[in-house]
């Protein structure tokens, strides 16, 4: 086994990296946040080795600053991610996720009755379990967890 450093994604100028998704959700992670639809140049690379999982993703997206609200929505399915915010080649801040309080239009009501799976309404859940992630439907009052989590 060789010591040289391998780059296994190429590097970016400017953007944000997001870094120990399980590789498993990678592609909920690219949907969530839109990156299906935008022109920015992408660069993802998936079962990859890591430390925290059997394989891990990473996704790179050259010049783009992601809000907090924006970026915690991965945290549904991917509570571990960090990011590395690139300037210049060189990461200049870096930031974990957090599970927000209110989550909208990301996942489906578990209840075969709620009016969301109905009508075209947008879901909306309060976070009520952090720990456990539990989500609590605006409408019915049902409640998600995390075993159940369906993502739009």
Request: with cysteine; charged share 30%; net charge neutral.
């Amino acid at each position: 086994m060789s010591n040289t450093k391998e780059l296994k994604v190429s590097a970016i100028k400017n953007g944000t990296v997001i870094d120990h998704i399980s590789a498993d959700h990678l592609f909920k992670v690219i949907s969530i946040l839109g990156l299906d639809k935008i022109q920015n140049q992408i660069t993802f690379g998936t079962n990859l080795e890591s430390h925290k999982f059997a394989q891990k993703a990473i996704v790179k997206v050259a010049d783009k600053f992601f809000e907090d609200d924006e970026i915690n929505k991965i945290s549904l399915v991917a509570p571990y991610a960090k990011l590395n915010i690139i300037k210049d080649y060189e990461v200049v801040e870096k930031k974990s996720v957090t599970i927000p309080d209110e989550v909208v239009g990301i996942v489906k009501c578990v209840n075969p009755k709620c009016i969301t799976n109905h009508e075209a309404i947008t879901t909306r859940f309060s976070l009520v379990d952090k720990k456990e992630v539990a989500l609590k439907c605006h409408y019915c009052e049902k409640i998600t967890t995390e075993e159940h989590l369906e993502i739009l």
